[in-house]
Every structure is written in C-alpha cells, then in structure tokens.
C-alpha cells in the first residue's frame, strides 16, 4: 500500500501542475475535446439551444462543428464528455480544458499502477517500483497526460492487456486457480483498447503471443486465453457502435475512413508525418528519460539471458524462474517496435504502449549494475551514453531557468522573441527554482555514477525529472504551447464582440480557435474574403498577416469604406481588431 501510495503521489506531482494553465493544443487535442464537448452538449442542452448540424451525432458520433469525425474509436470521447459533466455538473456552459484532460491523467495513473503491479509478479518489488516510476515521470506520458487525447488510455488499456496475456503465459505451467478471470481479464482490456485507439492493443498482444510461441516452441498456453470466449467479449463491447455508427454515416464511408486509417498510415506518411527507420529508436533517449539511462543495458541483458537459454537447446522449456520475465518482455518489445519503425507514419506516441516494459528492463537493469552484475558499464559508448544522459538535460535545464529568471525580473528583454505575459512572475521564478534544483540533482547523481551509485543515480533522475516537469508544465508549455495563439485571439474576438452576436469568420485554420470560441468560427479560404465581408459587413475575421496581398489589402479598405457609406447594419463603423502573438492577426 505505501508503493502504490507513493506512486499515485508520483504522478499526481507531475500531471496536476499545468493541467488547467496549459491552452489547447492543436490540432489533435483541441479536436478531442472539442468533439467531447458536443457530444456533452447534445445530451445536456434544452432542445432549443441544441444545432442541428453540430449535435446530429449524440453519443454515437463524434463531431467537430459539422463534420463528423470517424478516425478515432468512441472511448475517449464518452470518458471526456462524462468527465466535463461531472465537473460541471451537467452544464456544458460551464466547461474548460482540463475537465477534458482528467481521463487522460487517470489513465497516465492506471498504467503506472498496473506495470507496478505487473513487475511485481516478473521481478522483485523494487525493481517493479522504480519502472514505475520511471514511466510515471517520462516526458512521453507527462505531456500526454496533460492533453485531451487518447493515448493514456490505450497506455491503461495496453499495460492492462500484456498483465493479463503475462499471467496466461505463467498459467500454463500448471498454475490451474483464476484462469477464467485472467482470459475474461485480457479480452475485456483489448475490447477497451480497440474502443479506445482501434487496432494498436490486439496488434501489440497479438505478437507478443506469436513471439512466444516461435521462441518458446509452445503453443498449448494460448488456450489459457479462451480465444473463442474472447471474440464473443470484444465483439458484445464493440459492435453495438459500429451499428451505431453505420446507422449514421453508411458502412461505405465508415470502412473507408478505417481503412485510411489503418492500412493507409501504414503505406504511407500521412498529414507529414514522415520519419525514417530507426525515428522511434533516436527519440526513446529523450522520451523515457530519466529511464534511459540503462535502457540499452537492460534490453541487451534480457537478450542475453533469454538467448542463452536457446543456445543450449532449451528453447521449448524457456519458463526457468528469473528467465521467463525477460522473454515476455522482449516478446511484447520487439516484434511490435519492428512494426512501428516499418510503417510510413510516424509520430512520437506510436511507441508508448512498449513503454511498460521497457521501463521494467531499465529499472531491472539499474539494479544489477548496483550490485556488479551488469557488465561493460565502464566502455567508452557506455561513459559517453551516461554523459548524454546527465549533461543532455543539465544544459538545457540550466539555459531555461535563466530565460525564465530574466522574463520575470525583465520580461522586455525577451519579449521580441518569448511571450511569457500570459504566465505571472511567481509562476516563472518557481519554475526556474524546479528547473535549478532538476540541474542540481543531476549534478549530484554524475557523483553517484562515477561511485558506482546507479539506483542512487536513477533515484536523482527521477528528482530532476519532477523538477523539468513543473517547469516545463507550469511555466514554459502555457505561454509557448501550440494554441496559445489562439487563446489570445479568442480574448480579442471576446473584447470586440462581448454578447458574440457578430458573425465571426477566420482565415486562421487552426482547431484551438473552434475550442476557445466553442465552435462559432466559420473557415474561409483566401479566395471567399471579400464575398464573406459583402455578404456580412459586420463581421469579425481572424486574418493572418501574411494572408493578404497589397491589392487584396487595398480592395478590403475600399469595401469596408462603401460599407460604412451605405450605412448597412446597426453598427456604423466596422472595427477592426488587431492581436499581436509575435506576428500581427
């Protein structure tokens, strides 16, 4: 109970700083919420103030504004509107970002319980606690934990899965007790998995299982799992939506959407999101820090103790205790990384349902170094990895807490290349305090390296980790995070059109603009301005200032002026509102 209590801790000391400060990010988390939002408002609204095309889907159908949006299961979106009306007890008027993100910082929570609890059952309970931890404070699941999207859940979900799925495994030597309990277990989690993020939770179990099989040369545990109990479980989870979902958009458009979604990500970079083989592998160092320290220690040991029982012939009895924990975790590893680094799209997030077990090897590899049993800790690739990890952080973290320290004593200084006015000055000097201490500890735990210290060093990583988290959640993500842009347009618009009877049109395309007016922008393309202003010459428009050609610019003066001639309009004189955020909107 005091681990568990002391992770819980963990996580809520780098989720719940920032979580209310940090504006919606775009495009995927302002879409998230936005479409959360309307579903809330379809169920919550009196009849008379519900819109036909925003709120045509109900529960069954995600949308944004009038556009449905199909690329995403329904999960996150059910968890996210039951999270804003419990906050804002059922009136979605009252709603703000972070109610959104509450499912995510709960699923963050839940996955790092469930490896603690997994790595407990694989290794001893230290070990089992310091990967949590380390997955608790990795900067892959702070800042999604801090956003309304649904990676955490499929982070629950996944780590939910690979528990179960682990004790099948463990089963089918002769552990008879729960074996029903451990199968409806695993289908139930891979129906909330492909509730929650489509196919990436089946695919990942399904080749962790294949993996063992071909290494271990036993198939007979599988049917631990009940395979046929669980088709009848995910298909009773998942196919009322479906019909659902059919029912509303037809099979044909909906199989398309899956398909793109699917079988096109994997053929091809989609919305730009290219990335060469080996993209996953270079960014792991930084997005499971401070967990990487021994990460690569840690997968080669588990290679090696695993290959060594193959080697000798052995590969059909490879449940030796001490042993089989680390074919598992390579099984749920490998075969699913190969998969990742071979697909044409690629963003940061795709990896992090392997992330459990990772952080269990490193953690499991930190204490073998503590004890000499790790071997080639003193190779010049392993110093130089060791100096990346401590002075890759310390650098930075220390050139931040300066640009933090001067924007609160002197915020002129940076404010032609930094906005920092949306954050106040305590909030900026904490956060240079959190990234000064995240230095210090660092400093401290190269100490404890060269002695030979790596659970102590590891222990200070996890320190400093909490410190960058703060300042980077709290201090640095609200004034410089994708969509405070749009924060600050929103307070202009707001400001120029306090009762929003105006018609409000934008050229700035971007989704945290929909969120912060709550859906009443209407895109325009270049080409429609001057047809939108004849058509509503009292309107407010976003317009970006590199949208606009002089002529273009020209002509727009000369409508607004015939507009204020004709006197069209109660208003006579249309206003122009102008938000500077490092460019003029």
């Known amino acids: ?111 790092v319980l469930l490896t603690w609890r997994m790595g407990c059952s694989m290794f001893d309970a230290r070990a089992a606690w310091l990967g949590a931890a380390l997955l608790a404070v990795c900067p892959m699941v702070v800042w999604d934990a801090h956003q309304a999207r649904a990676d955490q859940v499929l982070l629950a979900c996944a780590a939910g899965t690979q528990w179960a799925l682990w004790a099948c495994w463990r089963g089918a030597r002769g552990v008879s007790r729960g074996r029903s309990a451990r199968a409806a277990t695993l289908w139930v989690c891979i129906g909330l998995g492909v ?63 899956v398909f793109d979604e699917t079988i096109g990500r994997s053929a091809e970079a989609k919305e730009g999101h290219w990335g060469p083989p080996g993209y996953h592998l270079a960014l792991l160092a930084v997005l499971l820090w401070p967990g990487s320290m021994l990460t690569a220690k840690g997968v080669a040991r ?56 990772l952080a269990l090897l490193s953690a499991r590899a930190v204490f073998a170094a503590g004890t000499g049993r790790l071997s080639g800790l003193t190779t010049i690739g392993n110093r130089f990895g060791l100096g990346l990890w401590r002075w890759g952080a310390f650098v930075p973290a220390s050139l931040l807490s300066v640009v933090l320290l001067v924007a609160a004593i002197r915020p002129e200084r940076i404010a032609e290349w930094v906005v920092f006015d949306g954050v106040s000055r305590g909030t900026l000097v904490l956060g240079a305090a959190g990234l000064i201490g995240a230095g210090a500890t660092l400093w401290m735990s190269g100490r404890a390296i060269r002695g030979g210290g790596y659970v102590g060093a590891q222990l200070l990583g996890i320190l400093a980790a909490i410190g960058v988290a703060f300042a980077a959640t709290r201090a640095v993500a609200p004034a410089l995070a ?32 929909i969120f912060q007016m709550r859906g009443r922008v209407e895109r325009i393309e270049r080409g429609e301005l001057l047809a939108h202003l004849r058509a509503h010459p009292h309107a407010l428009l976003v317009i970006t200032g590199r949208g606009l050609t002089d002529e273009e610019r020209r002509r727009m003066r000369l409508l607004m002026s015939f507009s204020r001639a004709l006197g069209r309009g109660p208003v006579p004189e249309p206003e122009y509102q102008i938000v500077g955020v490092r460019e003029p909107h």
Not at 14 to 39: H, K, N, T
Not at 49 to 55: K, S, V
Not at 75 to 102: C, E, H, K, N
């Open 1 to 111: 109970m005091r681990g568990g209590a002391a992770l819980a801790a963990l996580c809520l000391s780098v989720y719940l700083p920032g979580l209310a400060a940090i504006p919606p990010v775009d495009r995927d988390e302002a879409r998230f919420a936005q479409a959360s939002r309307q579903m809330f408002e379809s169920v919550a609204l009196p009849a008379g103030e519900t819109r036909a095309g925003f709120h045509a889907g109900g529960l069954a159908v995600p949308m944004v504004q009038d556009r449905p949006r199909l690329n995403k299961p329904p999960l996150i979106y059910w968890m996210q509107a039951a999270s804003a009306a419990v906050f804002t007890m059922g009136d979605p008027r009252r709603d703000a970002i972070w109610m959104y993100r509450v499912p995510s910082v709960v699923g963050a929570m839940a996955a």
């Open 195 to 257: 509730l929650a993020k489509g196919p990436i939770v089946p695919m990942v179990a399904a080749l962790a299982a294949l993996a063992l099989g071909l290494t271990t040369r036993r198939w007979a545990w599988m049917r631990a799992t009940r395979p046929l109990l669980g088709v009848c479980v995910v298909l009773v989870m998942v196919a009322p939506w479906l019909l659902l979902v059919a029912g509303h958009v037809g099979w044909e458009r909906y199989l398309r959407v």
């Open 302 to 357: 588990a290679w090696r103790l695993a290959r060594g029982r193959w080697a000798r012939g052995e590969a059909g009895r490879a449940w030796m205790r001490g042993r089989d924990a680390e074919v598992f975790c390579l099984a749920w590893v490998v075969p699913s990384w190969v998969v990742f680094e071979a697909i044409g799209t690629k963003l940061p997030h795709y990896t992090l349902p392997l992330y459990p077990a």
């Open 482 to 513: 994708p969509g405070e842009m749009s924060r600050r347009i929103a307070g202009g618009i707001r400001s120029a059109d306090a009762t929003g009877w105006r018609p409000l049109a934008s050229l700035y395309h971007e989704d945290s603009l």
